[in-house]
């Protein structure tokens, strides 16, 4: 059912055999494009796909199920719906040639994550954000890319409130686990005086 939901919702349909065959260059397999991962809000209501190119960026595309609505965002990806279905995180990444000429040069490709609300489009931005996710509680949690030589991996894990944009920081994260009922963090910190602590966090009241 998700998948057939998804083929509607993105249009993609068979190819009749009947069909009179087309001639395949490099120029038009250069303009091909394919659906990479998706997924589907958990009422069902938003679906998300990144849609990738051969030579050129790629764009995450989120779209109501219902076909009412659909915005497109250039060099999106790995789209993931809060549980209310109510907010989109993605991440967003520089232009292809841009990523590619930092690569070239041994420099960091840097990523932002953004988490955006499906009803007006308020955007809240998180620059260098490695790994993120929705609690079923309903905060999104997020941790930045640690920096090159920084002390045990260390880095800034941060919680973000949708509803509110209200947001704790917490610097020096190691790692972090939820509970099975995503409403307690275990966060393991490290600071520079080789003090290393495990930190139990209530998202709830960010303490």
């Given at each position: 059912m998700r998948r057939s939901l998804l083929f509607?919702?993105?249009?993609?349909?068979?190819?009749?055999?009947?069909?009179?065959?087309?001639?395949?260059?490099?120029?038009?397999?250069?303009?091909?494009?394919?659906?990479?991962?998706?997924?589907?809000s958990r009422d069902g209501g938003w679906i998300a796909a990144t849609v990738n190119r051969v030579e050129a960026d790629g764009r995450l595309v989120v779209k109501k199920s219902d076909g009412t609505g659909t915005f497109e965002i250039p060099n999106g990806s790995g789209a993931i719906f809060s549980p209310d279905g109510r907010y989109v995180a993605y991440r967003l990444s520089p232009p292809r040639a841009v990523a590619e000429k930092l690569r070239n040069e041994r420099k960091p490709v840097d990523t932002t994550l953004v988490l955006?609300?499906?009803?007006?489009?308020?955007?809240?931005?998180?620059?260098?954000?490695?790994?993120?996710?929705?609690?079923?509680t309903g905060p999104l949690v997020y941790r930045r890319t640690p920096a090159e030589g920084s002390k045990d991996n260390a880095a800034e894990m941060g919680l973000i409130v949708p509803a509110t944009g209200e947001t704790l920081v917490l610097p020096g994260v190691t790692d972090w686990a939820a509970n099975k009922a995503d409403d307690l963090l275990a966060v393991a910190t490290s600071t520079d005086r080789q003090t290393r602590s495990v930190v139990l966090l209530d998202p709830a009241i960010r303490t």
């Open positions: 509607l919702a993105f249009g993609i349909v068979a190819v009749s055999a009947a069909q009179t065959p087309k001639t395949l260059t490099d120029e038009v397999a250069k303009t091909w494009e394919t659906l990479g991962p998706w997924t589907v955006r609300s499906l009803a007006d489009g308020k955007e809240t931005k998180v620059e260098n954000a490695g790994s993120f996710r929705f609690l079923k």
